[in-house]
Each structure stands twice: as structure tokens, then as C-alpha cells.
């Protein structure tokens, strides 16, 4: 999706988000509860059961017994006050009496409880009621009477866990529609209760970091507080960069309308006229180099805002030996001109880049060492393959070199150590700067060494491949 597209789609209600989660946590946890209880209660329901048929199959046996005839009339009395429904079965399985059914019964001798009483003296068994929702628990006792061997079973029919959760449901929609109730409320109070504070703090963008009110917006204000100080970092750099083009645009204009004026004006003699037109050349081709430099800054800023990951298309190999001699050919008249003598030791080294700025690159950094020499000096520009396998390219001259103190300002736009000797030599202020942003632009590593009077070398390391 596009930023526009992004920014036409109404964000999402936060109180409709909490307002939903809350609801759905209200009600998994009912549901949860109400399971986990219902699952309890009917396990410990069932065991009670189960013991309390134990105990009272025990109680009918022995009443059956204390009767000791074996004749199944005995137990129809004992059986009608249990209240349970109770079961006489013949070793066979034939049912010799069942309380709950006067008719004829199938045989029960494949029953578990009866099988299991047989032989082992008792048994017992849950089976599923015809009835929905109901199941029958059993318990058999083995009996041996004067008419044989015969089996007591007493039986109960209990809601199983579908019976039971069939009883809660009245309570669990009850519960549902409270928890909507609550949702709504709560939601409604939680996302004021949180908004308040994030709004405070968009009142009062200047002390976000300090203000951040919840733990979890401590890296968006810090977003927030980095990109306002950027901003402002920038509008500043910006305000100061206007000051100082406009500075050096003014004084130079000021002497081509000065020296204009008096040829115009007829105040300049005849003799002086030529002299005055090579100042205003001079003038003029020193605001050219300026407003050239200036484009070229500008060129570069815009090429970095816009290049953010991707490698950019006129990224080639190039070949720094090639460059180094090239760069050596052309700036020989400079050399000479200053009485300087330029050499070059090139070794095999290729950086992926783009060629004409590290043209410029160069350029900038041989024009530098010349200009700031003395006659008779020496200037030798290098480039090679480092032992870390990173290719190098490096100017050494024996020059005036940089006091320390200016050495980390001598990158900045318009900074320059000695400003009436970079006029002289046609300086601009601006090399250095060109020469920083081309670095950034190739990842490339920028190393100064400098000493009064001694010299400068200045050496740009590249990424490795
Ligand atoms: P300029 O156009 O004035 O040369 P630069 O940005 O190229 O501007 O350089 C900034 C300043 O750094 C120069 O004014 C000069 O004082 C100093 N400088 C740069 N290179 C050298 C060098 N090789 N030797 C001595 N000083 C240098």
C-alpha cells in the first residue's frame, strides 16, 4: 500500500478494539470456568454416586440375606423403600426380579457389572440412558443364597456432563450478556483513561522523552524527540549555509560592480582599464567556481535522500590505478604552475562507485595539496588494495599541513584554517566538504594526518567488494 493510499484510510477505533478483546476474554473466560466447574462437579457427583449405590447394594444384600430364603419376593420388599431401582439376576443371567420393570427382562448375563460380580463377588458400570443427557451407573453384588448363586444389582440414573452443561446455560448467557455490558463500560473509561496522557504529550513535543507516560512509548518519543532535533539541526545548517553563500556571493559581486562602476563612470584611467577587467574576470570565474561547487553540494544531498537502501544504477567497478593517472595528467599544469612537483604510485585497486565523483573526489584532494604547498614542494597521490583487502586511494603532500585543532573542522561547508590564502589560490571552502559527502556516498572511510609544516595525507579507504 502507498503512503497516500495509507494516509486515506481512517484508523481503526482504539475503544472498538478494546471493546472487543475485553469481550473476547470475558467470554473465553466464562466458557473456560464454567467447563473446568462443570467437568469437577460431575466427576465428584458421579463418585458419590457410585459410593452411595455401593453402600446401599451392601444394606438390600444383607437385608435379602437376613431373609436367607433366596426367594426374590424377599427382596421386592427391601427393594420398593430403596428408592433406587434394584435388580435380581440368576447365575444364568435370567432377571428373577427387577423393581422398575414387572414384565419379562432379557437375559442380563453379557451385562459387565453382572459378569464382573460373578467372578469376582462384585462389579460395577456407567452406561448411556436412552434418555438424552442421562447415563446409569450400576453395582452388582454376588449373593450366595439356598436358591443358588445370585446377583444384586441396584442402579441409578444421573445427568451426565451434556445434562449438566444443558443446566448451566441460562447461567452462561446471564453471564455473556453481563460481560457485553461490562465491556462496553470498561472500554469506554480504559481508552480515555489511556488516550489523556498520549494527547498531554503531543501538547508538549519538546519534552516528550521526559514526559513518555507508558514504558512502551519510550521509542516513539525518542523517535520523535531524534527527528525534532534533526529538523532543527538541519534548519540551522540550512540558515547558516544561506548566511555564508550569500557572504561569499556579495564579495566578490561587490568588486565586479565596484571596478564596473569606475570604468563606467570614466574615473579609471585608460592604463588601469585592463588591469580592472582582470579582477572582474578573476571575481566573475570565482563565483562561477562557487555556485558550481554549491550545485554539486546540492547534486549529492539529493542523490543521498533519495538513495536510502538501494545501490543506485551508475554504481560501476572502477578502476582507481586508471583514475590516479588520469588525475595526475590533468592536474600537472596546477603542479607546475605552484612549482610543485606531482607524482603518482598506482597498484591495482577497483571500487564499486560512481566515476565521476570519485573524479571529483580526487580531484579535489590533489588540487588541495598542491594549493596548499610551498614552491618547491612535493605531492604524490597513491591507490592500491589494502592487506584487509580494502582498496585505498591516498594524497600526501609536504605542505603548510592543518593545525590539530582545525583538523575535524576543515570537512565542514565554508570552514577554511587560513580564509585570505583559499581566496588567493581560488578556493571556495566547499572542496573538503564535496569530498565528505562523496566518501558517505561510496561507504567509504575517510583518515586524516596532518602537521604543521611538515605535511597532510589524506586517505580514503573503500569497502571491501
Ligand atoms: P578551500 O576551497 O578553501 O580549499 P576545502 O574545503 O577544500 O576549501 O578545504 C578547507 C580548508 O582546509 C582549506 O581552506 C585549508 O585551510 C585546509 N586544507 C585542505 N587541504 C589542505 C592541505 N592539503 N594542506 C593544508 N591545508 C589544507
Not at 446409569?136 to 440414573?157: F, K, M, N
Amino acid at each position: 500500500m502507498s503512503d497516500e493510499e495509507r494516509r486515506s484510510v481512517r484508523p481503526r477505533s482504539m475503544t472498538l478494539r478494546f471493546r472487543r478483546g475485553l469481550i473476547l476474554v470475558g467470554v473465553l473466560c466464562v466458557l473456560a470456568t464454567l467447563t473446568a466447574a462443570t467437568l469437577l462437579f460431575q466427576h465428584s457427583y458421579t463418585e458419590r454416586v457410585d459410593r452411595y449405590l455401593r453402600a446401599l447394594c451392601v444394606t438390600v444384600a444383607d437385608g435379602y440375606d437376613l431373609a436367607g430364603s433366596g426367594d426374590p419376593q424377599d427382596l421386592a420388599r427391601l427393594a420398593d423403600d430403596s428408592g433406587v431401582r434394584c435388580t435380581l439376576i440368576a447365575q444364568d443371567g435370567a432377571v428373577l426380579y427387577d423393581n422398575a420393570h414387572s414384565g419379562a427382562l432379557e437375559n442380563h448375563a453379557d451385562r459387565p457389572e453382572v459378569k464382573a460380580a460373578l467372578e469376582s463377588g462384585s462389579g460395577s458400570c456407567t452406561r448411556e440412558s436412552e434418555t438424552m443427557g442421562q447415563e446409569t451407573h450400576y453395582y452388582a453384588l454376588r449373593l450366595d443364597t439356598p436358591a443358588g448363586v445370585q446377583i444384586l444389582r441396584v442402579g441409578e440414573e444421573v445427568d451426565n456432563i451434556w445434562g449438566l452443561s444443558a443446566d448451566t446455560l441460562p447461567l452462561l448467557l446471564c453471564a455473556v450478556v453481563l460481560i457485553l455490558l461490562a465491556a462496553w463500560l470498561l472500554s469506554s473509561w480504559l481508552t480515555r483513561m489511556m488516550v489523556r496522557p498520549i494527547n498531554q504529550l503531543a501538547e508538549h513535543l519538546d519534552t516528550i522523552e521526559a514526559d513518555v507516560p507508558y514504558e512502551e512509548l519510550i521509542p516513539l518519543a525518542r523517535t520523535v524527540q531524534t527527528d525534532r532535533k534533526l529538523r532543527e539541526d538541519n534548519e540551522t545548517m540550512r540558515r547558516e549555509f544561506t548566511a555564508n553563500v550569500s557572504h561569499e556571493l556579495k564579495t566578490p559581486l561587490t568588486s565586479i560592480s565596484g571596478y564596473a562602476e569606475l570604468i563606467e563612470s570614466g574615473m579609471a584611467k585608460s592604463a588601469d582599464v585592463p588591469t580592472f577587467a582582470a579582477r572582474i574576470h578573476k571575481e566573475a570565474q570565482r563565483m562561477i567556481a562557487l555556485v558550481s561547487d554549491i550545485l554539486q553540494l546540492s547534486e549529492l544531498d539529493s542523490t543521498q535522500a533519495s538513495r536510502g537502501q538501494r545501490i543506485p544504477a551508475d554504481m560501476v567497478p572502477v578502476d582507481l590505478a586508471a583514475l590516479v593517472k588520469e588525475i595526475a595528467q590533468t592536474m600537472t599544469v596546477n603542479a607546475r604552475k605552484a612549482y610543485v612537483t606531482l607524482q603518482y604510485d598506482a597498484h591495482p585497486a577497483t571500487v564499486q562507485g560512481c566515476r565521476d565523483q570519485l573524479v571529483e573526489l580526487a580531484t579535489n584532494l590533489c588540487d588541495n595539496a598542491i594549493r596548499y604547498n610551498r614552491p618547491g614542494g612535493h605531492v604524490e597521490l597513491r591507490c592500491g588494495t589494502g592487506t584487509d583487502g580494502c582498496p585505498f586511494l591516498e594524497v600526501e603532500d609536504n605542505g603548510i599541513g592543518i593545525p590539530q585543532d582545525s583538523q575535524s573542522r576543515v570537512f565542514e561547508r565554508f570552514y577554511r584554517v587560513d580564509k585570505s590564502r583559499s581566496k588567493a589560490t581560488g578556493g571556495t571552502g566547499l572542496g573538503l566538504a564535496i569530498v565528505k559527502h562523496i566518501a558517505l556516498l561510496h561507504d567509504a572511510h575517510i583518515d586524516l594526518q596532518s602537521q604543521v609544516g611538515t605535511g597532510t595525507t589524506i586517505k580514503v579507504t573503500f569497502p571491501k567488494k
